[in-house]
């Protein structure tokens, strides 16, 4: 039986929030005197974020405060009165609205008033796009990553049940986003496909990949290639299962844009004797269209195997070279 744990449960970003910020807190001196460990471990938690922004690693540490939702800003913590280090923390949500450039602005106006140097951090526990992660960085905001806190959490050992709670839910967590490695595809899950998006964002030019919402409750998507046709954008996109030729945007004259696209991508397939292209289950009438479509089994692999990443990336190249030739057919 499995043992319980906490974060399990609590599993949201505030649960999240909760354990960073409690962690950080105990790094102020005087708690050694409760937990030498736990204060230990905190010290090189905010060491561990410090010198990832400043070429002067901090030695001592005299004073830590530490709190949470100043401002709407998930983590802060002020360090010898000379740091402010200020975190946006994420599990599988991203970035919304503005509020990375606000939260800097309103930290970079506390420092300047109160003499203290700000810098920023976006943990991010789960996966994001790395075209997401690159605005982050163009918002000044270092990107901790999944992997980077376990190689920290694997230096560090403690008998807390609350720090080891985190610690074996960060794991767990990693085992399912890596799970697409070595389970058959038919046992993909939410985490599976995230983790293998992220993967195919080092193989492939990929655009973007995110949730997508539709009424059907949506799904995770990813798109790529794309090229101009008559004016508009065609492209591939991977919908959590299916590969999608697609067509967008489209403003008006909807179906005639759909019927002239996918006529063309229908007389190449055919021409090139790729029979798996075929018509989706019904063609829509929106702002962005499938007009062909590629079974899973047919790039990906059977329900029952286990992916080959090369043989997939192969079978991906493969079809960017169709709509290449597609859109050289105009």
Known sequence: MNRPNLFQIASSELSQDAFFAWL???????????????????????????NKQCDEPLSEIHKVETGRQWENIDIWAEINGAYLIVVEDKTSTTRHSDQ???????????GDEQNICPLFFYLKSENESAASLRQVEMNGYT???????????????????IYNDYVAHLQELDLKINSFRVAPVKDWDWYSWQGFYACLDKMVDVENWCYVANPSGGFLGLWWNFRKWNGYNV?????QGALCIKIGEVSENHSKVRNDWAKVVKEHASECGFSEIHKPGRFGSGTYMTVAVIDRKDWLGSDDSVIDLEQVAARLHKYEKFLDECVSRQ
């Open 24 to 50: 950080m807190q105990w790094a102020d001196p005087p708690n050694i005197q409760d937990n030498p460990t736990l204060c230990t471990i905190g010290q090189d938690f905010i060491r561990f974020l410090i």
């Open 100 to 110: 990375l450039n606000r939260y800097r602005q309103i930290a970079t106006k506390y």
């Open 143 to 161: 990107v901790i990553s999944r992997e980077e806190l376990l190689e920290f959490f694997s230096a560090h050992s403690s008998d807390n049940d």
């Open 235 to 239: 492209y591939l996109q991977i919908e």
